[in-house]
């Protein structure tokens, strides 16, 4: 079984640029688009990579276009 980077709401909320988590609960994570949270006992979490992926789909340059996804530099000569 592989394991799972899980985050609860203040990771969340800083992985969005340091929102209050608050905002985030009563906001964003009500979003149909947001990745959906799970509960394991009293803890909502969310998996990190999908809220990453989220993140990078909302990214908006400045002036209103979509920005190209980021690319992860691979090794020169490898």
Do not use: Y
Not at 2 to 24: C, E, F, K, T, Y
Not at 47 to 60: F, G, H, L, S
């Amino acid at each position: 079984m592989s394991q799972r980077d899980l985050i609860d709401i203040r990771a969340v909320a800083d992985m969005l640029g340091g929102l209050n988590p608050d905002h985030v609960r009563d906001r964003v994570v009500r979003r149909p688009d947001f990745p959906r949270p799970f509960r394991i006992g009293n803890r909502i979490l969310f998996d990190r990579p999908e809220v990453a992926e989220w993140i990078e789909a909302q990214r908006q340059a400045p002036d209103g276009r979509r920005t190209p996804k980021l690319r992860h530099a691979s090794p020169q000569g490898a």
